[in-house]
């Protein structure tokens, strides 16, 4: 990555997640580490699956404004760090599917103040820690990944603490973060 000082945009996609390489011995070196402290211009970055975020996140450059991280077993100390990385964060994307963010999806607002979108899942998230996002006072834009029973109430509830500026918009089928996209539109 140090021929690519310049680079903005980069999305690591691995085979599979840390817990799903715990039976593997040795453990596969963590490279992020090592590209991501070579990138100061990097704006956009995508990891999906591999090590755990606590491997990498110190050396996420502060100039990213869109993060997202698809990787299981995502803690509210990696969100933590993440945010204490990444001050002018806009745009999140977290996904620790088959785990899950549940109340901590309330510290989102604490973390991230500046977001403009988010993308999360609401599977196990507590009411009260859902509509805690209406602080995020420049959020634009929610996608919630996963559609539950109810979910259109507490959408609808959401809206109205945002005086209706929040637009929020579901996902019911799950998709593979693997697959391209450009296909859909």
Not at 28 to 37: D, Y
Not at 46 to 60: L, M, R
Not at 87 to 109: C, E, F, K, R, Y
Not at 138 to 158: C, V
């Amino acid at each position: 990555m140090r021929l690519m000082p310049g680079l903005k945009s980069l999305a690591v996609f691995y085979r599979h997640s840390h817990q799903e390489m715990a039976d593997r011995l040795p453990s596969p070196v963590c490279h992020l580490t090592t590209w991501l402290c070579d990138l100061p211009q990097l704006s956009t970055l995508v990891i999906v699956k591999g090590p755990p975020v606590n491997k990498y996140v110190t050396s996420i450059p502060a100039t990213v404004t869109s993060l997202t991280l698809c990787v299981p077993g995502l803690s509210s100390e990696d969100m933590a760090a993440a945010a204490a990385q990444t001050p002018n964060l806009l745009h999140l994307h977290v996904d620790p599917w088959p785990s899950h963010l549940g109340a901590h999806t309330a510290q989102i607002p604490l973390l991230f103040p500046k977001l403009k979108r988010l993308k999360l899942r609401h599977e196990h998230v507590p009411e009260k820690d859902f509509l805690s996002l209406h602080q995020l006072q420049d959020l634009e834009y929610l996608e919630i990944l996963d559609s539950r029973p109810h979910l259109s109430e507490l959408i609808g509830k959401l809206q109205a603490l945002t005086n209706y500026r929040l637009e929020v918009t579901t996902s019911p089928r799950q998709r593979d973060v693997l697959s391209c996209q450009c296909k859909l539109y």
